[in-house]
């Protein structure tokens, strides 16, 4: 190599040294220069009065503001400031107008949904709802689109980076686009009509009494929320035998009244469980008006708090996992292909046309029909494939045009005493929730408000023929018959999902709960005799013991090693109590074990069904090896084999995936190693190289039966137990103080990487550790908030 080609080379190699160093460190240094500003004045065209927001040291804003209108408007921007594509894209999936940003270049999930939207009419039926609303909540929501389309036009700033990839320019921010996230929310906690489709095909693979393996009912003495507040209603409910699965949603609460406290005052806690990204979806904020003082989490996009507390009342939800969507089979005209069949004749579908724009290709055409039952959605769902001849039509509640459930939150917020609260909410519609609240005078109560429909005939858990209106909808339960109570004799509420009511009670909600196990081991630690306190509930939300695990752990230990790391990692169980500790190995053989246990049970009678059912199913599996053991037999050989037999094969082949994920050496296994929360950049995580910069990932105590819920996707190949969804707020609060109620996120506030508050709540919460939102302008000052004075433009 002569030396002028060694110079060549070398500078072509430092050319390319420099480029790869000062490409990302520009990048980043853009990226930062994004992150607006917290201090200062600015002038805001639509403020009445100043407004001060104080950002304490971890970016929460206390706003302080003269008028709740003007509390709004600078929620909005503040929402703006931190969130600003978070928001951007849950209003174009709820408009289904993903597409014309995304185009295909992740594969066609965007067109998908779009179609899917676009098909339900999410949007169109906000703006419908628009009208029915309390004018003080169309009047919150005005002020609150009046202050984030104030910052767009007046941000110092550039777009947040997504935007700037996306060659995005974000439209003015309308009422409707508050109101859809609503709609998702009651879209996503509503999903029992993919339930209702595994249900029809589980029906074509298996009898009824073989489903009922896979799902074992819950015992006799399960918890139930209202058993004693609803005993004395009398109604004959026949049992069917099919399941609801339910979707993977899930939260916890609890209530305990003055007299099972410390304080004398009632202490609630709440932790909702949904997805985990980042930034996560919830945002913490705080109010403070002559008229009101809220605190607690908001969803950027939504001027309302969706839980928290105000001075007065605090309130928690939990998912009720009642059954309010149903899927008809309509029989199609077969004369006119335009028109279907029903009980009075043959009608016409109602159509419309949906333009859908895809980035980077030319727009597509949908024809949406939609059947009185509702929108078809065999058009558009490939998982709703209907039978030659026919449509499949969803109905539920949740796609009313006259929804007036932002309404009732923003009641909610506002109301000062348990009474009012419950007023509140009558005006909630979809989705149904378990709603805890109590009020600094020491009232407890509990509702389960929504629309939900009342049958004529069957049980929701199968697709029905529409076209003999036999089981049609023929009204929904009464807001006075809903499930509820007031000042429990127990002096406790508790709901993990679990059934809210008992047999008697005289209408149907869901045909099955979700497991109970959560509920029962919130009332283990509520049974102490030690009173609440609430650092003790605290703790409690923090629980990692699986009374599954505690369960099934005397049948997996009858197991005989068959060499000795089995006996190894036997005895490592053996003396172990059932804590899904990140720091410990024992939850990772467990965990290992019972997803390859369950495997071998199942996959072989289940065929293409498998993947669906996949999950750590202790209770069915303990219930297979003990009850129903026929499962043990693997139908796809010609040996017979026995429960030992599935038992060493899925142990041996939990060991050998664990040693090649993990090396020999058990003393160097662990379940964070694997059970980790997935906190990473909806979009930047994708970038080569910068993906793990974005990347806020923190190991996790837990699984999907604890307390501190830690769901995972067992059927993945990579990442079976990556923690992908769990409690992403958590919050405990002190009604004889409620300055002293506690709150937490699972990431930051900002949803810029490289602002300081992208992520500084995540230790803390991985650890169950929280934050107060209280104190007054010179506390906070004082302190080390920041403080952004938002001034009304000078008239011309």
């Known amino acids: 190599m002569t030396r002028r080609t060694l110079t060549v080379t070398a500078a072509l190699l430092g050319t390319l040294l420099f480029l790869a160093v000062a490409v990302p460190c520009a990048l980043l240094l853009w990226m930062r220069a994004e992150v607006p500003s917290g201090r200062g004045t600015l002038s805001m065209p639509g403020l009445s009065a100043p407004v001060e927001v104080l950002r304490d040291r971890n970016g929460v804003p206390h706003i302080v503001a003269s008028n709740l209108g003007d509390a709004y408007f600078a929620l909005g921007h503040a929402h703006a400031q931190d969130r600003l594509f978070q928001m951007e894209f849950m209003r174009r999936v709820g408009a289904g107008r993903v597409a014309e940003v995304v185009g295909t270049r992740f594969g066609s999930w965007a067109v998908d949904i779009d179609r899917m939207m676009r098909t339900l009419g999410l949007y169109r039926r906000t703006e419908s709802s628009l009208g029915a609303l309390p004018p003080e909540t169309r009047t919150a929501l005005d002020r609150y689109a009046a202050g984030i389309n104030a910052y767009l036009t007046t941000r110092r700033e550039a777009l947040p980076i997504e935007f700037q990839l996306l060659r995005l320019e974000p439209e003015p921010w309308s009422p409707a686009d508050s109101l859809v996230w609503g709609k998702l929310m009651a879209l996503q906690l509503s999903g029992n009509y993919r339930e209702e489709l595994r249900n029809a095909r589980l029906l074509r693979t298996l009898p009824p009494e073989r489903i009922r393996d896979l799902y074992p009912e819950a015992p006799a003495d399960s918890p139930v929320t209202l058993a004693s507040e609803l005993r004395g209603l009398s109604f004959d409910h026949a049992l069917a035998t099919l399941p609801d699965l339910g979707p993977d949603l899930a939260s916890n609460e609890w209530l305990v009244d003055g007299r099972g406290t410390a304080t004398g005052k009632p202490i609630l806690a709440n932790d909702p469980h949904l997805g985990l990204e980042a930034p996560i979806l919830w945002y913490l904020a705080r109010i403070v008006t002559p008229e009101l003082t809220i605190a607690g989490a908001t969803v950027p996009g939504v001027p309302m708090h969706v839980l928290g507390h105000n001075g007065h009342i605090a309130w928690g939800f939990t998912t009720t996992h009642s059954d309010t969507q149903d899927l008809f089979i309509e029989r199609i005209d077969p004369l006119d292909p335009a028109r279907y069949l029903t009980p009075d004749g043959s009608e016409p579908f109602r159509t419309r046309q949906e333009v859908i724009r895809v980035a980077g290709q030319p727009d597509l055409t949908i024809t949406v029909r939609e059947t009185r039952h509702g929108p078809v959605i065999s058009d558009v769902d490939g998982s709703a494939g209907a039978p030659a001849g026919h449509v499949i039509a969803l109905a539920f509640t949740g796609l009313a045009d006259d929804d007036t459930t932002a309404g009732g939150l923003h009641r909610l917020n506002l109301a000062r005493n348990v009474a009012e609260a419950s007023a509140a909410l009558s005006l909630h519609k979809a989705p149904q929730q378990n709603v805890v609240y109590t009020d600094s005078k020491g009232t407890t109560a509990f509702m389960a408000p929504a629309l939900v429909p009342i049958r004529r005939k069957g049980d929701g858990r199968t697709p029905v023929p529409g076209w003999t209106g036999e089981y049609d909808w023929i009204g929904t339960i009464p807001y006075d018959e809903l499930p509820r109570a007031l000042d429990p004799p127990s002096g406790r509420i508790v709901n993990a999902n679990n059934r809210v009511v008992g047999p008697d009670y005289p209408h149907r909600l869901a045909s099955e709960w979700p497991d109970p196990v959560r509920a029962r081991r919130i009332g283990q630690m509520l049974d102490s005799d030690t009173p609440l306190s609430v650092e003790r509930a605290a703790i409690q939300q923090m629980d990692a013991v699986s009374l599954h695990a505690r369960a099934i752990l005397p049948v997996l230990l009858t197991t005989r090693p068959g060499n000795e790391r089995e006996a190894q990692a036997l005895a490592l169980l053996r003396s172990w109590d059932g804590t899904m500790a990140r720091d410990r190995a024992e939850p990772l053989i467990y965990a290992w074990w019972l997803r390859e246990l369950v495997r071998r049970l199942t996959a072989d009678e289940l065929g293409e069904l498998f993947p669906a059912y996949w999950d750590l199913r202790a209770e069915a599996a303990r219930h297979m090896l003990t009850e129903a053991q026929g499962w043990c037999d693997d139908v796809s050989t010609s040996a017979s084999e026995t429960c030992a037999d599935a038992l060493s094969a899925s142990l041996a082949t939990a060991l050998a995936?664990?040693?090649?994920?993990?090396?020999?050496?058990?003393?160097?296994?662990?379940?964070?190693?694997?059970?980790?929360?997935?906190?990473?950049?909806?979009?930047?995580?994708?970038?080569?190289?910068?993906?793990?910069?974005?990347?806020?990932?923190?190991?996790?105590?837990?699984?999907?039966?604890?307390?501190?819920r830690g769901t995972t996707k067992v059927a993945s190949s990579d990442a079976p137990f990556s923690h992908v969804h769990g409690p992403g707020f958590r919050a405990v609060y002190d009604l004889a103080d409620l300055d002293n109620s506690r709150f937490v996120i699972a990431t930051g506030q900002s949803g810029n990487p490289l602002s300081p508050h992208w992520g500084d709540f995540v230790t803390l919460w991985a650890n169950g550790g929280a934050v107060t939102l209280a104190g007054d302008a010179n506390q906070l000052r004082a302190s080390g908030a920041t403080r952004l004075l938002l001034t009304p433009e000078p008239q011309q």
Request: charged residues 20%; proline residues 2%.
């Open 657 to 708: 995936a664990i040693t090649k994920r993990h090396g020999n050496d058990m003393s160097g296994w662990s379940w964070g190693l694997e059970h980790k929360a997935a906190l990473n950049h909806r979009l930047l995580g994708r970038v080569p190289v910068l993906g793990s910069l974005f990347d806020l990932s923190v190991a996790t105590d837990g699984d999907a039966h604890t307390v501190n």
